[in-house]
Antibody, heavy 120, light 110 residues
Framework: EVQLVESGGGLIQPGGSLRLSCAAS????????MHWVRQAPGKGLVWLSY????????NYADSVKGRFTISRDNARNTLYLQMNSLRNDDTAVYFC?????????????WGRGTLVTVSS | QSMLTQPPSVSGTPGQRVSISCSGS????????VYWYQRLPGAAPKLIVT???HRPSGVPDRFSGSKSGTSAPLAINGLQSEDEAEYFC???????????FGGGTKLTVL
């Protein structure tokens, strides 16, 4: 059974940093594209970033480019999102998701998410 | 911030057919496959329509997607109480080199 479990969320002050983790199991993690998506309170889903299996192809939404960094450790079956210079509007539930065979493929499996609250 | 447009809410009675609209642009819906995700309260989002009109294994055939130009609705036939959830459409956007989502539609089964 495919499982994705996010962790690392919490309360952080504006300007601070946080690293989210996504532990994967039930599939060959090192063979899949992975994504981060977030949902702010009362808002829709917003795609943030993707990484291919080798981490050689990554991309970011404009809203987080230069502040967030996606990375992965295929030996540990773990995806990461390093978030710097956090702002109030980064407050959201953050999901990791497994992609298909390409960056444009649908997000086949998702975790339950981890809540990040940016507030002073 | 949502790039695709969905109605905030729709409702129906058990057994009824409902449709949720999804409108995009040439750089996303018109040129790419469309995906639909279902999110039950507190649960992980679940892919229910892939490649515009295909259902992943285990998804009931009551759910069906289609596309015409920049519009890609989701239809749910024979509505059931367990279908009450939030539904999101999504597509790849060539100009952004990323996925774009709709704002979500809350489906209420009366």
């Amino acid at each position: 059974e495919v499982q994705l479990v996010e962790s690392g969320g919490g309360l952080i002050q504006p300007g601070g940093s946080l690293r989210l983790s996504c532990a994967a199991s039930g599939f060959t993690f090192g063979s899949y594209w992975m994504h981060w998506v977030r949902q702010a309170p009362g808002k829709g889903l917003v795609w943030l970033s993707y990484s291919n299996a080798a981490e050689s192809d990554t991309n970011y939404a404009d809203s987080v480019k230069g502040r967030f960094t996606i990375s992965r450790d295929n030996a540990r079956n773990t995806l990461y999102l390093q978030m710097n210079s956090l702002r109030n509007d980064d407050t959201a539930v953050y999901f990791c998701a497994r992609g298909g065979g390409a960056n444009y493929a649908g997000l086949e499996y998702w975790g339950r998410g981890t809540l990040v609250t940016v507030s002073s | 911030q949502s790039m695709l447009t969905q109605p905030p809410s729709v409702s129906g009675t058990p057994g009824q057919r409902v449709s949720i609209s999804c409108s995009g642009s040439y750089s996303n819906v018109a040129r790419s496959a469309v995906y639909w995700y279902q999110r039950l309260p507190g649960a992980a989002p679940k892919l229910i329509v892939t490649s515009t009109n295909h259902r992943p294994s285990g998804v009931p055939d009551r759910f069906s997607g289609s596309k015409s130009g920049t519009s890609a609705p989701l239809a749910i036939n024979g509505l059931q109480s367990e279908d009450e959830a939030e539904y999101f459409c999504a597509a790849w956007d060539d100009s952004l080199n990323g996925h774009v989502f709709g704002g979500g539609t809350k489906l209420t089964v009366l």
